[in-house]
């Protein structure tokens, strides 16, 4: 797979600068290659983020750029790019410092990517992972649109990772007092008991502490909120801007964020309580279906998309994430139309031709393109 050819038509896509030809070429390059949708997030994020730039120093540029570029390069395969400063030269090899060299791309690359985007998206993600995540790491697994992993670590914990999702760990894991991982997305982990060592995952908001257990967390980069289910054992919360505020789970209890909840006001739950003004504990309540029953919040682990009393909009960007699409809902569409149901085999086709069955709407399909009105 060029990664530099991906990023760059990304890049110029955000620009409004690609032809016709040329976002062609990349819709067929993320059809061929799913693992790239990651570098569509990561563009996204830079492009959304780039009025940042000028407050940066140079002490913050030399920094990130020092500390990640070789690491950032080699994950994502990045090629010596044909335009800019070389990468695959160290700073001491070079007659530039960094910092004049950074500052001088940056000025000249700022608006107009270009070939040398490459080095840009690299700086820009090396800069938002520094940002979010204060511990590096030196493997990083990725999950696009459509698909779902399963994951050994090198301690023996099992890792579900949900589309759409990525998950950072240190290759020695094991050997570490403390095993922590950092997630975006999504992930199911049946964690391997380690006496006095105890797994942390951290996400932008939260933080889950354990010793062997089985339990889903819900980190989405463009959703709000948060939430960690428990299946069995214990977990310890905290949330990073309250870290001495700590919170335990029991068994088939779920904690989520208020905003997370508020997404969640039409479904039936029990046992809620509000432990601080913004944050809420729930009783899983399983959902029954044709005589079955499911966990909505770790079902999607064992391939079935499980959804209870949803209203289009919310099941979107589920939809979305499930059958690497992009979904656009027609006016038309009444807002009190809320689903409940369970996607198994289904392409999008019959997904949405089965829930025609429950409220009346139309729907248009144009390759990677679903219009609902």
């Not at 003004?277 to 966990?295: M, Q, T």
Request: aromatic letters at 10%.
């Amino acid at each position: 797979m060029d990664n530099n050819r991906i990023i760059e038509l990304l890049a110029r896509k955000q620009a409004n600068e690609a032809t016709p030809r040329e976002l062609e070429e990349l819709k067929e390059l993320m059809t061929s290659f799913p693992d790239a949708q990651y570098f569509d997030e990561v563009v996204s994020e830079i492009w959304a983020q780039r009025e940042d730039m000028p407050g940066m120093n140079e002490e913050e540029l030399d920094a990130f750029y020092q500390s990640h570029e070789l690491k950032f390069r080699k994950e994502l395969g990045f090629k010596t790019p044909e335009a800019g400063f070389d990468v695959t030269q160290s700073p001491i090899d070079q007659h530039i410092p960094i910092q004049k060299k950074l500052n001088s791309w940056f000025k000249t690359n700022y608006n107009l990517l270009g070939v040398a985007c490459g080095i840009f998206i690299i700086a820009m993600a090396s800069f938002f992972f520094l940002k979010n995540n204060a511990k590096e790491f030196d493997t990083q697994v990725f999950s696009g649109k459509g698909t779902r992993k399963k994951i050994l670590l090198p301690d023996g914990t099992l890792v579900w990772l949900n589309a759409e999702s990525s998950l950072s760990y240190d290759s020695h894991l094991d050997e570490e007092k403390q095993r922590l991982v950092y997630l975006v997305g999504e992930a199911f982990f049946d964690v391997s008991h380690r006496r006095n060592r105890p797994f942390v995952v951290r996400t932008k908001e939260l933080s889950v502490k354990v010793l062997g257990t089985a339990f889903n967390v819900k980190a989405y980069a463009k959703e709000k909120g948060t939430e960690a289910t428990l299946l069995r054992g214990s977990i310890e919360l905290s949330m990073n801007n309250q870290p001495a505020q700590k919170i335990v789970l029991k068994p088939s209890e779920k904690f989520a964020t208020a905003t997370q909840q508020k997404n969640n006001l039409n479904k039936k739950v029990n046992q809620q309580k509000n432990i601080l003004p913004d944050l809420i504990i729930e009783h899983i309540v399983p959902v029954r279906i044709a005589g079955s029953e499911y966990i909505e919040e770790t079902s999607w682990k064992d391939n079935m998309l499980v959804f209870q009393n949803e209203s289009l909009e919310d099941l979107k960007p589920r939809l979305e994430r499930w059958f690497n699409i992009h979904i656009e809902l027609g006016a038309t569409i009444p807002k009190g139309y809320r689903f409940t149901g369970v996607l198994k085999n289904e392409n999008i086709k019959e997904a949405l031709t089965a829930m025609q069955l429950i409220k009346p709407f139309h729907f248009k399909l144009k390759a990677d393109d679903v219009i609902i009105y």
